[in-house]
């Protein structure tokens, strides 16, 4: 039979995963909401959107859950500014000059 009761380390790991993945979600919503990127360095989240990715492959390849739920939803909240950032990158490159 399957033991899913959860050790103190366990609690200790999903409270981790909630507070740093939830982190994102003010700077999610507002790059949304505003649009502003100007602050928000491409290089860094590139870097760390990749990091995370493999974050969430290596929780993967160990199942420990809290690795996993953090990465996948830092993957997300961390996608959306990073294409946002992007798509402002290039936007700006687009427009005509005076």
Same mark, same amino acid.
């Given at each position: ?14 409270? =981790? ?54 990465? =996948? ?26």
């Amino acid at each position: 039979m399957l033991d899913t009761t959860l050790l103190p380390t366990d609690w200790i790991g999903y409270l =981790a995963a909630a507070l740093t993945t939830g982190s994102f979600i003010p700077q999610a919503v507002l790059t949304l909401r505003t649009r502003d990127v100007s602050g928000i360095s491409l290089g860094m989240y590139t870097w760390f959107t990749f990091g995370v990715a493999l974050w969430l492959l290596y929780g993967l390849s160990l199942g420990q859950w809290p690795i996993v739920v953090a990465n =996948a939803l830092t993957l997300v909240f961390a996608s959306v500014i990073l294409v946002t950032k992007v798509a402002s990158e290039w936007g700006a490159t687009r427009r005509p000059t005076r």
